[in-house]
């Protein structure tokens, strides 16, 4: 065998054995040891000024520390050897003050003693004279022990009466219809019957029909009461098509026939179950249909205000371009839009978790709303007076995102939240924390350091715990003023004398406009050595909705372990970036993806991969792979469909290849509604004919949240294209990236086709 090809087939060999090597938990060694203080949590004492925290040490040793806020000192929270002597004499065991068998204590009011558990039982230890004793369980009952905050717990403006749907009742079109529903004022019972509401006089008497349109295929449901009882709110629920989609498990483990199971899935274009709200008047015997379009998207909530009489709730189109907050008077059925925004792209409103905040938040003093909107450029949130519905002022105005609520002040009208892209020269994804006032003043940052944070507030809010870290800065712990962000003191860092692996490399380019700063990661193979040339593996993942990271698919805080030390160490250079058409950043760069998922940021990234080619000569920039699952899985396809000059081979595992063919609510917001050729232009199997890198294509049989058949149909159509190419099913799998054998193939494969022949 010549001696470049037996190179190649040494690699192949060692693939399994680097498969199981390629995750722990990101704060431990290799997977192992905690890396010490990587992690602080502070336990705050009455009075809100001091704080303890326990540090974890090499060794599985231990420390722990004792904070004076106020002074901005830190020391041992006790002599832990004398405590350990102490404990040792007392429980007749041997202890050492650096591996004390506690983890949590408790001090005194007077600092002068300190209680922890051992053994289920409850210790002291006095910290003048180091004795140690049992502590005696007091007779007292704990219930009387136990003090309840009531008006902590409370909610002012909680609605007084929103039922939730009973177990006992029927199913209607939209769900599950109550029986009987008493009214705040108890004068009456509301209840369904034949489809139709009904009022029945609590005290006895005869029942009423109120509504005449209600029929089987289209029952009225979701019956609401009024706070002053006078109306009964109610949805007529006309079902949607319910289509399913179907798995076939061939291989089950009890073995005999395979299993066929479905589901309902609606897809792009499919008919969904729409609302129409009406308004009944039980003492007139009245029914008023409202005169709003019915609610298409999701299932309203009705939430009553503060006088009883009027009710909201938001209303999502179809197509996700407009949304409105519909107020209504449960007396005449008027309507008016509190809140209508319009787009020409879409407005984030479905699978919104990594925007970490509702649409709208409402005051509970106030007859105001918070909204949560990307109408300036980028996500703020704008006070909006609820009685009149207009806007009183942008809250966090500025060229960055918000990225959370943290806290609502009402009494002091500010508004703590969580926001990125604001700090010049730092990675645009980093979360910093913010205070500012209700009418847009005042803002002040509460975490400076150049890196994405985590705060830990005390109780009273006076002070900050501040924790950050980068991909190439381990954690490190400050203690921060919460009046204004100054240091008070540093607390810790995080010792990572003993890890060996190499942190990745941030790396900035400019995509395609050629301002927009795009942000990613390099990550060098082991043994790097900067006069050989490396072929190149990008791991994709270009989902608008964004990621486990939050917004960012790229990584942004410290990890001890080995990035992608599977592909690292067979030679290859990893690398992860995230493109315009993702979220985190302005609307305009997401805007890219709008009916055209297919672009996932390619532009923006190949001039990324230029960019470092030109930076290093051991980047080899005419060997790329790459590979991704889910939305990655159909970008990573799409890279050999669309841009095979750039890419030459791509592993792509459960992929949507067809954005009609995958969940409605996921791809009409973003390929827009109703369905039209750009799904097409964007599909990976329409397109097939166009592949000319290498692919391989895997996917689950159970995969339940991308059908199957996406990528059996990608099969279909790169076969009657006489296209070349590798497919893999595993049985019983669901969306995944192939599991430990995918991936030892996904190796194999990249070996074969950009390691040297």
Same mark, same amino acid.
């Given at each position: 065998?010549?001696?470049?090809?037996?190179?190649?087939?040494? =690699?192949?060999?060692?693939?399994?054995?680097?498969?199981?090597?390629?995750?722990?938990?990101?704060?431990?060694?290799?997977?192992?040891?905690?890396?010490?203080?990587?992690?602080?949590?502070?336990?705050?004492?009455?009075?809100?000024?001091?704080?303890?925290?326990?540090?974890?040490?090499?060794?599985?040793?231990?420390?722990?520390?004792?904070?004076?806020?106020?002074?901005?000192?830190?020391?041992?929270?006790?002599?832990?050897?004398? =405590?350990?002597?102490?404990?040792?004499?007392?429980?007749?065991?041997?202890?050492?003050?650096?591996?004390?068998?506690?983890?949590?204590?408790?001090?005194?009011?007077?600092?002068?003693?300190?209680?922890?558990? =051992?053994?289920?039982?409850?210790?002291? $230890?006095?910290?003048?004279?180091?004795?140690?004793?049992?502590?005696?369980?007091?007779?007292?009952?704990?219930?009387?022990?136990?003090?309840?905050?009531?008006?902590?717990?409370?909610?002012?403006?909680?609605?007084?009466?929103?039922?939730?749907?009973?177990?006992?009742?029927?199913?209607?079109?939209?769900?599950?219809?109550?029986?009987?529903?008493?009214?705040?004022?108890?004068?009456?019972?509301?209840?369904?019957?034949?489809?139709?509401?009904?009022?029945?006089?609590?005290?006895?008497?005869?029942?009423?029909? /109120?509504?005449?349109?209600?029929?089987?295929?289209?029952?009225?449901?979701?019956?609401?009461? &009024?706070?002053?009882?006078?109306?009964?709110?109610?949805?007529?629920?006309?079902?949607?098509?319910?289509?399913?989609?179907?798995?076939?498990?061939?291989?089950?483990?009890?073995?005999?026939?395979?299993? /066929?199971?479905?589901?309902?899935?609606?897809?792009?274009?499919?008919?969904?179950?729409?609302?129409?709200?009406?308004?009944?008047?039980?003492?007139?015997?009245?029914?008023?249909?409202?005169?709003?379009?019915?609610?298409?998207?999701?299932?309203?909530?009705?939430?009553?205000?503060?006088?009883?009489?009027?009710?909201?709730?938001?209303?999502?189109?179809?197509?996700?371009?407009?949304?409105?907050?519909?107020?209504?008077?449960?007396?005449?059925?008027?309507?008016?839009?509190?809140?209508?925004?319009?787009?020409?792209?879409?407005?984030?409103?479905?699978?919104?978790?990594?925007?970490?905040?509702?649409?709208?938040?409402?005051?509970?003093?106030?007859?105001?709303?918070?909204?949560?909107?990307?109408?300036?450029?980028?996500?703020?949130?704008?006070?909006?007076?609820?009685?009149?519905?207009?806007?009183?002022?942008?809250?966090?105005?500025?060229?960055? %995102?918000?990225?959370?609520?943290?806290?609502?002040?009402?009494?002091?009208?500010?508004?703590?939240?969580?926001?990125?892209?604001?700090?010049?020269?730092?990675?645009?994804?980093?979360?910093?924390?913010?205070?500012?006032?209700?009418?847009?003043?005042?803002? %002040?940052?509460?975490?400076?350091?150049?890196?994405?944070?985590?705060?830990?507030?005390?109780?009273? !809010?006076?002070?900050?715990?501040? &924790?950050?870290?980068?991909?190439? /800065?381990?954690?490190?712990?400050?203690?921060?003023?919460?009046?204004?962000?100054? /240091?008070?003191?540093?607390?810790?860092?995080?010792?990572?004398?003993?890890?060996?692996?190499?942190?990745?490399?941030?790396?900035?380019?400019?995509?395609?406009?050629?301002?927009?700063?795009?942000?990613?990661?390099? $990550?060098?193979?082991?043994?790097?050595?900067?006069?050989?040339?490396?072929?190149?593996?990008?791991?994709?993942?270009?989902?608008?909705?964004?990621?486990?990271?939050?917004?960012?698919?790229?990584?942004?805080?410290?990890?001890?372990?080995?990035?992608?030390?599977?592909?690292?160490?067979?030679?290859?250079?990893?690398?992860?970036?995230?493109?315009?058409?993702?979220?985190?950043?302005?609307?305009?760069?997401?805007?890219? $993806?709008?009916?055209?998922?297919?672009?996932?940021?390619?532009?923006?990234?190949?001039?990324?991969?230029?960019?470092?080619?030109?930076?290093?000569?051991?980047?080899?920039?005419?060997?790329?792979?790459?590979?991704?699952?889910?939305?990655?899985?159909?970008?990573?396809?799409?890279?050999?469909?669309?841009?095979?000059?750039?890419?030459?081979?791509?592993?792509?595992?459960?992929? $949507?290849?067809?954005?009609?063919?995958?969940?409605?609510?996921?791809?009409?917001?973003?390929?827009?509604?109703?369905?039209?050729?750009?799904?097409?232009?964007?599909?990976?199997?329409?397109?097939?004919?166009?592949?000319?890198?290498? =692919?391989?294509?895997?996917?689950?049989?159970?995969?339940?949240?991308?059908?199957?058949?996406?990528?059996? !149909?990608?099969?279909?159509?790169?076969?009657?294209?006489?296209?070349?190419?590798?497919?893999?099913?595993?049985?019983?799998?669901?969306?995944?990236?192939?599991?430990?054998?995918?991936?030892?193939?996904?190796?194999?494969?990249? %070996?074969?086709?950009?390691?040297?022949?």
């Amino acid at each position: 065998m010549p001696p470049i090809r037996f190179a190649r087939a040494v =690699l192949i060999v060692v693939v399994s054995s680097l498969v199981l090597a390629t995750s722990a938990p990101a704060q431990r060694r290799g997977g192992g040891t905690p890396i010490p203080k990587a992690t602080l949590t502070p336990h705050w004492l009455a009075g809100d000024t001091k704080f303890w925290y326990r540090n974890s040490l090499k060794r599985g040793t231990k420390e722990f520390v004792l904070v004076d806020a106020e002074k901005g000192t830190k020391g041992p929270a006790f002599d832990h050897a004398k =405590l350990a002597a102490g404990l040792s004499r007392a429980a007749e065991k041997s202890f050492t003050g650096d591996k004390l068998p506690f983890d949590v204590i408790t001090f005194e009011p007077d600092l002068k003693t300190v209680r922890f558990e =051992l053994s289920g039982k409850e210790w002291r $230890c006095d910290l003048w004279t180091y004795e140690c004793s049992l502590v005696v369980p007091s007779k007292q009952k704990s219930s009387d022990r136990q003090a309840v905050n009531e008006d902590a717990s409370a909610d002012d403006d909680a609605p007084f009466f929103e039922p939730e749907p009973q177990r006992g009742g029927r199913r209607g079109g939209g769900g599950i219809v109550p029986r009987d529903l008493p009214s705040p004022d108890g004068k009456w019972i509301a209840f369904v019957k034949d489809g139709n509401v009904n009022v029945r006089p609590k005290a006895g008497g005869d029942a009423v029909k /109120l509504s005449t349109t209600g029929a089987e295929a289209n029952t009225f449901g979701m019956l609401s009461w &009024s706070r002053d009882g006078k109306a009964v709110v109610a949805f007529r629920i006309e079902p949607g098509d319910n289509k399913e989609v179907y798995l076939v498990q061939s291989s089950p483990p009890g073995g005999g026939r395979a299993v /066929l199971q479905s589901r309902p899935y609606p897809l792009p274009g499919d008919k969904f179950t729409a609302y129409e709200p009406w308004v009944f008047d039980p003492a007139e015997k009245t029914a008023t249909k409202l005169d709003v379009d019915r609610s298409d998207f999701g299932r309203p909530a009705v939430r009553w205000r503060k006088d009883g009489r009027h009710f909201t709730y938001e209303k999502v189109d179809r197509g996700h371009q407009r949304f409105r907050l519909i107020e209504v008077d449960s007396h005449t059925g008027k309507t008016r839009n509190l809140i209508d925004e319009k787009t020409n792209t879409f407005i984030w409103t479905a699978h919104a978790e990594a925007v970490g905040m509702p649409l709208v938040t409402w005051l509970t003093k106030t007859d105001e709303l918070l909204y949560s909107s990307e109408k300036s450029g980028w996500r703020h949130l704008h006070l909006i007076d609820a009685n009149t519905g207009q806007e009183k002022n942008d809250v966090t105005p500025g060229n960055f %995102v918000v990225r959370g609520i943290d806290k609502i002040d009402e009494a002091n009208r500010q508004l703590w939240f969580r926001g990125a892209g604001r700090d010049d020269g730092q990675d645009p994804y980093f979360v910093h924390y913010y205070r500012v006032n209700f009418d847009g003043t005042g803002l %002040v940052a509460l975490t400076p350091g150049n890196g994405t944070h985590t705060a830990q507030f005390s109780p009273m !809010r006076k002070y900050l715990v501040d &924790s950050f870290s980068r991909v190439d /800065l381990p954690p490190e712990h400050e203690l921060r003023s919460a009046a204004d962000g100054k /240091l008070i003191c540093q607390l810790e860092k995080a010792d990572v004398s003993d890890v060996r692996s190499t942190p990745p490399e941030v790396f900035v380019a400019k995509g395609r406009d050629g301002t927009t700063d795009i942000w990613g990661i390099i $990550c060098r193979p082991r043994n790097f050595d900067p006069t050989k040339k490396y072929p190149v593996i990008e791991s994709i993942y270009a989902g608008p909705q964004g990621s486990p990271q939050g917004m960012a698919f790229t990584p942004k805080s410290y990890s001890a372990n080995s990035r992608f030390r599977n592909l690292t160490d067979l030679g290859f250079v990893v690398v992860q970036m995230d493109g315009m058409g993702t979220a985190g950043r302005s609307k305009a760069f997401h805007d890219v $993806c709008w009916k055209n998922l297919a672009d996932a940021g390619f532009p923006d990234r190949i001039l990324w991969h230029t960019a470092a080619a030109a930076k290093y000569p051991w980047y080899d920039a005419t060997r790329v792979g790459i590979y991704g699952t889910s939305a990655g899985g159909q970008n990573a396809a799409g890279a050999v469909i669309f841009h095979g000059d750039f890419y030459k081979a791509a592993y792509a595992a459960c992929g $949507c290849h067809d954005n009609r063919m995958d969940k409605a609510s996921w791809n009409e917001q973003w390929m827009g509604y109703p369905v039209g050729p750009q799904y097409s232009a964007s599909s990976n199997i329409d397109n097939a004919r166009k592949l000319t890198g290498k =692919l391989f294509l895997v996917v689950g049989e159970m995969d339940h949240n991308v059908p199957p058949e996406s990528t059996l !149909r990608l099969v279909d159509a790169l076969i009657k294209a006489n296209k070349e190419f590798e497919f893999l099913m595993i049985p019983g799998m669901d969306h995944s990236n192939g599991g430990p054998y995918g991936t030892r193939r996904m190796l194999q494969f990249f %070996v074969k086709h950009l390691m040297p022949n």
